[in-house]
T-cell receptor
Framework: AQSVTQLDSQVPVFEEAPVELRCNYS??????LFWYVQYPNQGLQLLLK??????LVKGINGFEAEFNKSQTSFHLRKPSVHISDTAEYFC??????????FGAGTTVTVRA | GAGVSQSPRYKVAKRGQDVALRCDPI?????LFWYQQALGQGPEFLTY????????KSGLPSDRFFAERPEGSVSTLKIQRTQQEDSAVYLC????????????FGPGTRLTVL
């Protein structure tokens, strides 16, 4: 079985500042890792995913994440946020062929 | 439409009523998933279809929950004798193939059981 822990439930940040959202997972087998974003009143949208290969993954809207197997982490970063990045962010792990397990989410609020 | 659609977007039910939630996946997508998202939580897996076959229903909370996808496209999640603890957002997602393919999510149906 696998589980996902998102260490911060809320992250306030000023516009143009960097942001890091932390995600740790537990699994006894190889995993695939994902970050999804949920804007208000919209469905979840994939930001990026790690399947194999380079541990630094680049996604949409300037986001990137780094897979660290020894620390079982997959932290999400953006060097400079915009007001439009205000949303809820979910880390997820897939350790079989289809079932996603999500963390509880991190709410990012960007202030001017 | 280009995305996954769900209906109704909002549903209020009295405790004990039956409800049916519909999901229209992206055309041609083989895989379809249902998730339950309680307030302040991440989505929790309910069930998985590959075409019309329900390959995993391990996440369904009780035998009051039933899902079907009879023709391999539209899916319905039915909840019988609703309880207050069933109040949540129910999300549907579809993907072209297996779980490592991107899952495209619908906007969800918010169910409130009074």
């Amino acid at each position: 079985a696998q589980s996902v822990t998102q260490l911060d439930s809320q992250v306030p940040v000023f516009e143009e500042a960097p942001v890091e959202l932390r995600c740790n997972y537990s699994s006894s087998v190889s995993v695939y890792l994902f970050w999804y974003v949920q804007y208000p009143n919209q469905g979840l949208q994939l930001l990026l995913k790690y399947l194999s290969g380079s541990t630094l993954v680049k996604g949409i809207n300037g986001f990137e994440a780094e897979f660290n197997k020894s620390q079982t982490s997959f932290h999400l970063r953006k060097p400079s946020v915009h007001i439009s990045d205000t949303a809820e962010y979910f880390c997820a792990v897939c350790s079989n062929d289809y079932k996603l397990s999500f963390g509880a989410g991190t709410t990012v609020t960007v202030r001017a | 439409g280009a995305g996954v659609s769900q209906s109704p977007r909002y549903k209020v039910a009295k405790r004990g009523q039956d409800v049916a939630l519909r999901c229209d996946p992206i055309s041609g997508h083989v895989s379809l998933f249902w998730y339950q998202q309680a307030l302040g939580q991440g989505p929790e897996f309910l069930t998985y279809f590959q075409n019309e076959a329900q390959l995993d229903k391990s996440g369904l909370p009780s035998d009051r929950f039933f899902a079907e996808r009879p023709e391999g496209s539209v899916s319905t999640l039915k909840i019988q004798r609703t309880q207050q603890e069933d109040s949540a957002v129910y999300l549907c997602a579809s993907s072209l193939g297996s779980g490592t393919d991107e899952q495209f999510f619908g906007p969800g149906t918010r169910l409130t059981v009074l």
